[in-house]
Structure formats: structure tokens, C-alpha cells
């Protein structure tokens, strides 16, 4: 199980990472805090974001600290 | 796991949180009590809210006391 | 994890509570029982309800002790 | 929790009962036994049916012994 | 819980039974075998089977031997 | 529960199994494993299978090793 | 269970796997990392790939090291 979902969630804790989302929408920010069931905890990210990073240009920042259920979650990029 | 969603809802009570749901609606406010499947107690805020600090304009305030299911959580926002 | 879900159904038993479903309808009457599932027995309330007290003026009366299975549940307004 | 659900389920073995069905069809028919998911079974009754008793003149009668796998439920009315 | 649902399938092994499908197709075929997430297995069922007896006429034969994952099932008529 | 659904799994392995999804497609290969989720592993199939055989002549052949993930499953004929 | 789905995923790792998703979506990818769940990490992929390979025209390479939540899942072919 190399490199486990969870262990890459928890090396990119503090990075920017990219939630996709099953209602269509995509957002970004940085990942403060995950747990088991991959409820995920976003912040402000205040760093200049190139889009052509992120991969996706329609994904729009997370401004506050915002908690995504993880039942919501399609992919996350990190 | 530092910062854990539970961890930052414990750390929201008594404050004011937007809470996304399924369905496309928005609901803002109180947050008096949560369990661990992210079911949340939000009471009516008296506080004025600055739509603006929401994020949401389309928030719509809560009245009374609601129990929201946490199944039908998309994220919230503290 | 202060005022927690049950708690506040706990206190709202016998009182009138407000369901939202999944389907979109929203009924009221009395609570006489749940468990940890949220699943709820709503029993009629054969006191005068003031709509405006309801918060919902869709909202349709129970009129025959029922169980709602908790998957249902959107909100329970107390 | 008093009054809770699978009490309520217990109470009403041999009586009619109506159950709301997910897919929008509502049958009703004498209970015969349930189990903790409220995965329920219906006898056919053959009682007469008042269908202003029933409360859901939509509703359809149970011909056969039918067992209802619970996560179909949106409630049952007894 | 008397007539519980899994005994009920117990009872109904080696016999004819109609399975309604949450996609709206309806199966019927002998029940060989089931487990306790109502999971089913139905042979090809070589009597001949008046379609009044099945109750409804729009039910399928099964022709070969069949898994129905339980969490496509609404009901079972044995 | 005599010949519950795992048992038929067990004795249907190495042999051409037809798989109905959730979103309609239906396909089918040789199965090379499962788990207690219904989880299958399907191998392509290099014997020549008439149509007829599989009852469903919409089925499309499993080309190369794949997974499918039990809850897309809505039935096995074996 | 011989070939179960778990071990073939762990077969699998390091090499390039295509993973269906229930949105229609088809992405490809090296698998890097999978749990319990059926939740996988894939990584961008630098070898050529040839689409015949494939087996489906329309994938998408991963750009990103990228986690799927295994509720996403269809299928995987490795």
C-alpha cells in the first residue's frame, strides 16, 4: 500500500492543494488538517497561486478556514 | 492530522459558521454543538452579520435552534 | 462538543419540532422518541400551531404517529 | 430517547401500517416483523381499509408477504 | 421483531420470490441463497408461473443463475 | 442462507461471469477474485462467448484485468 | 477469493493503472499508493502511452499527484 492516500494527505499538510468536488465545483487553499474519513480543513492561501499550477483554472481560493465533509470529495490534488 | 476538522468545529462553538448543504443552500449561524458524524446544533444569531464577512451573500440566517444532519453537509466555514 | 445533536433532541422530546426531508417536504409535530441514528417518532400536536412560530409556512402537520428513518432528514427544527 | 423508533415498530406487530417509499410510492399493509436496519415486513390485510384512516389515499395495498429493505423508508406511519 | 426479514427469506429458500429493483426493473426466479445485507441469489425458475400469482405482470424471468447485490433491492415478495 | 451469494462467487471463479452496473453497462470476463465487499476482479475472457449465452447481447467484454468497485454492482449472473 | 481486488491493486503499484470514475470521468495514471477503501494515489505518468493501450481513447492523464476517494470509483483496470 505504498504511499498511502492518507500519508500523502499528511505530507502535503501546510502546502496548497486542489479539492475537486462531486457537485462539479473545484476549490483551493491550504490544507491545515485532514482526518480518517478525508474531511479535510482548508485555509486562506495567501501566496500567489499561478493557475497553470493549480491545473485546473476554473478552481476558486477558499477565503476562510472552511471544513469540506469528505462524502463531497472526488479527487484531491496536492 | 494537525488541526483536525472536529478540532476546528470544537474551537468554532459559540461562533458564527456557514454551513453548505446539499441541496444549495447556504445557512449561517451559532454553532452550539456538534457530534462526530459532523452533525451540527446551530442556534439564531443576534450578532449582525456583515454579508460580506460571510463570503455568501446567499446565506440565509437560522431562527431556531436546528439540527442539521451531518450527511447533508457539503463543508463549513468558521 | 457542548449542546451535542441528541442532547437537543433529548430536550425537545414532547415538544413541537419542525423535520426538513431529503424530498424537499417539511413536516411538524410531536417528538416522542429517536435513537442515534436520528431516527424520529413525530406524534400529532393537537395545540393551535402559529405558522409563523413554525418558521415554515409549508410546513404539513403530522396527523398519525410516525417514524421517520433518520437517512431522510435534512434539518429538525426545535 | 423514550418512545424510540424500534419500540414503536414492536408496538404496532400485527397492525396496518403505511410505509413512504423513497421512489414515491406509499403501501400499506399489516406489519409482521422488522429488524434493526427497519428493514420491515408487510402481510397483506385484510381487514377493510378506511383510506381516510390511512391518511394517504395514494396508498397501495400489500398483496403478498412483502419484506421492504429499510433504506427505502422515508417513514412509517402506524 | 417477530417474522423477522432474514427469517422470512429463510423461509422462502427453494421458492419462487419477485424482487423490485431501485432501477425500476422487477426480477423473479427461486431463491437459492442470501446473506445478512439481503444480498440474493436467484435460480431460473422452471415451474410455470402465472403472472397473476406474481402480482405483477411486468416482472422478468430470472435464466440463469443470479447475485442481486442487496443494496439494489426495495422489496421481496415471497 | 445455503448457497448465500459469497459461495456462488467462490464457485464461479475462473469461469465467464456477466456484471450489470449502475449506470446501465453491462459487462462481462472471467473472474479471477472478489472480496466480502463484492469487490470482483474480471480477466479478459479469450474463450469465444455466444451472445446467447450471456442473456444480454448488450454486454461488452472486460478487455484488460479490471476492478469493479462492488457498490457499482447491481447484479452477477454466473 | 483467489486474485482478490486488494491484492491485485498492490500488484499493480508503480505501474500505470486507468481508473473510471462514476461522473463519466476517466483518468490514468502510475499508482503510487491505495487503502482499504479503494481510495488510490496516482502520480503523473512520464513514460508514452499508447492510447490503444489504454483501452479507452477518452482518459486523462493525472497531471499532479492525485487522490481519489474510493466512493468515486467504478472501475480500475490495470
Same mark, same amino acid.
Given at each position: 500500500?505504498?504511499?498511502?492516500? =492518507? ?6 499538510? +501546510?502546502? %496548497?492543494? &486542489?479539492?475537486? =468536488?462531486? !457537485?462539479?465545483? %473545484? ?14 480543513? =482548508?485555509? +486562506? !492561501?495567501?501566496?500567489?497561486?499561478? *493557475? +497553470?499550477?493549480?491545473?485546473?483554472? &476554473? +478552481? *476558486?481560493?477558499? *477565503?476562510? &478556514? %472552511? ?9 484531491? &490534488?496536492?
Amino acid at each position: 500500500m505504498s504511499g498511502r492516500p =492518507l500519508d500523502v494527505l499528511e505530507g502535503a499538510l +501546510a502546502q %496548497t492543494v &486542489t479539492v475537486r =468536488l462531486k !457537485d462539479g465545483d %473545484t476549490v483551493y487553499g491550504q490544507l491545515s488538517g485532514y482526518d480518517q474519513h478525508m474531511n479535510v480543513v =482548508l485555509d +486562506a !492561501d495567501d501566496s500567489v497561486i499561478d *493557475e +497553470a499550477v493549480l491545473g485546473d483554472p &476554473t +478552481a *476558486e481560493p477558499i *477565503e476562510d &478556514t %472552511t471544513i469540506i465533509r469528505g462524502d463531497n470529495v472526488v479527487s484531491i &490534488t496536492v
